[in-house]
């Protein structure tokens, strides 16, 4: 019976009866992180044993968009295939930027100056991708490009402090879900290094030495708790917790609003609460990323939301994650778009999104919608006054996203509560330096434990900066760096 090994008590080393499976690295979780922790601890030569949960590899990365956030050294050779130049100034401002109060200087500082070898690496891992681009505003290309626009690059305040540049690296499939590829592949170079992977393995708890050091593993394989020493390191690449609806609610609230999690569904949060247990230090698990996909059809990125009080909150062409924050934060939690007939359309992944207003004039929308009087109508007058000079000095949304909105008839989407799907996924999680070694409250290392992905927290770590692509960027690239730390141990 393994009743008694939770996630929140670690194992001592005495209590192990014997071990049953003896490795160097140990790393828990066969996704973004896991796989190529495993890849890099086994190039380096150490003996890497995995253990998944579920009956197959790949977790939530392998029901992505396959889209790897890479740019900078004057950027990749696709982004200066198509014409862009990304300098790694630029990209590291983007990132500190990206990553809000809390962002990681030394982290990103690495990243920056390596996410142009990283992509290097991908492909040398066998990750295809076809090197074109695809303009215009996508949430995940429908096509098999790889570049795309998917953050906050040339919208306020981020192209005030870095030169825009597309930096979203697709892995080549058609339509949505390129992560399956990125996934076969980097699990596949994982096994064929001669990682073992243990399915349908789940990681109960660690097992501590009299000093505190991390020793080994508790795991769950064939109906029975199995004891695995892991003499170099554990590196913890479990996701993150957003579907643990007891961490989310006391942990993130706000992400209770998004009825849908961005998960494989086994990211219950064990990595991070097994990190607790022996002493890690949790960081920023009140963050999350949320989405707002309010477009295809990008002109509706042209339209404004406005919130109970008949006003503007946001430059609507920001990353649909950054209008997803705006948005459920408003008051009453009630916000609509409003839309003229000149650019309407039915949002791609919600087509059925209810449309709370419809009229011949603005006035007619805002008694349609019971706003205060005079409010909506000043707002869209205020904005079409701007817009059709180019400006928009309140929002400083981009010139190429304002048109007056003045060709009847005029309709509001209902962006309230309950009317919208959003899907979140969670962005805090263990401290760890970015070799992966997880760190105490103190800031000293946990001997032998270490973590990645959405286990730690990572590169990505504020809902409101986050770009497309970022989680995997961040998993694949300090997942290597862990593997590499732990097998040099
Ligand atoms: C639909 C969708 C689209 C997305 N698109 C993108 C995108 O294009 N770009 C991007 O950057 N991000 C994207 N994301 C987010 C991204 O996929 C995840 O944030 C990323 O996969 C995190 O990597 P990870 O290694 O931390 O976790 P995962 O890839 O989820 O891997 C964690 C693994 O740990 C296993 N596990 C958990 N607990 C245990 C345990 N106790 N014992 C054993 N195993 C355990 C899980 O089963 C899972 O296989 C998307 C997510 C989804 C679902």
């Known amino acids: 019976m393994d009743v008694s090994y939770t996630p929140a008590r670690p194992c001592r080393v005495e209590d192990v009866p014997a071990w049953d499976i003896d490795t160097d690295v140990a790393i828990v979780g066969f996704g973004a992180a896991g796989s190529c922790a495993a890849i890099e601890a086994r190039n380096a030569g150490a003996a890497v044993q995995i253990f998944e949960v579920a009956s197959a590899a790949g977790g939530s990365a392998a029901l992505s968009g396959g889209e790897v956030y890479v740019g900078g050294n004057g950027g990749t050779d696709v982004q200066r295939a198509a014409g862009f130049r990304d300098d790694t100034e630029d990209f590291y401002r983007y990132l500190m930027m990206a990553g809000g109060p809390a962002a990681d200087a030394e982290r990103v500082r690495l990243y920056a100056e390596q996410a142009v070898d990283h992509f290097g690496w991908l492909r040398e891992q066998g990750v295809p991708f076809k090197g074109t681009y695809l303009p215009g505003k996508w949430i995940e290309p429908t096509t098999d490009d790889t570049l795309l626009w998917s953050g906050n690059e040339k919208a306020w305040p981020f192209s005030a402090v870095a030169q825009p540049a597309p930096r979203g690296h697709t892995a080549q499939f058609v339509g949505w879900g390129g992560g399956k590829v990125l996934m076969e592949t980097l699990c596949g170079r994982a096994v064929e290094l001669g990682a073992q992977v ?19 593993l508790v795991v769950r394989l064939e109906g029975s708790p199995r004891f695995v020493r892991a003499r170099k390191g554990v590196i913890l690449c479990a996701g993150g917790f957003i579907a643990n609806p007891d961490m989310v609610r006391r942990f993130v609230p706000a992400a209770e609003a998004c009825q849908q999690q961005v998960t494989a569904g086994n990211d219950d949060g064990s990595g991070i609460r097994m990190g607790i247990a022996v002493g890690a230090a949790a960081l920023n698990m009140q963050e999350f990323f949320a989405t707002l996909p309010f477009f295809p059809p990008e002109s509706l990125v042209k ?44 949002p791609m992944l919600q087509p059925d999104i209810p449309i709370a207003a419809v009229g011949e004039s603005w ?23 701007e817009a059709s000079q180019g400006r928009d000095p309140l929002l400083h949304k981009a010139g190429e996203w304002l048109r007056p909105l003045t060709e009847p008839p005029f309709a509001a989407l209902s962006y309230c509560s309950g009317d919208f799907g959003a899907h979140a996924f969670t962005l805090g999680g263990l401290a760890t330096r970015p070799t992966g070694e997880v760190l105490d409250a103190d800031g000293h290392s946990i001997a032998g434990l270490y973590a990645a992905g959405r286990t730690a927290c990572g590169l990505p770590r504020w809902g409101e900066g986050y770009s497309s692509g970022l989680s995997l960027g961040d998993a694949t690239f300090f997942g290597r760096q862990a593997g590499l730390r732990a097998a040099s141990a």
Not at 365 to 384: D, Q, S
């Open 363 to 385: 006035e007619e929308v805002e008694v349609e919608l019971g706003l205060p009087t005079g409010a909506l109508v000043h707002t869209v007058e205020a904005f079409n006054r």
């Open 303 to 346: 339209g404004i939301f406005v919130n109970a009080r008949g006003q503007r909150f946001i430059n609507e062409d920001a990353y649909h994650g950054r209008v997803a924050h705006y948005v459920l934060r408003q008051p009453e939690g009630r916000a609509w778009l409003l839309v003229d007939n000149g650019i309407f359309g039915r």
């Open 198 to 216: 243990h399915y349908g393995a789940r990681a109960l708890t660690l097992v501590v030495d009299r000093h505190g050091a991390v020793c080994g």
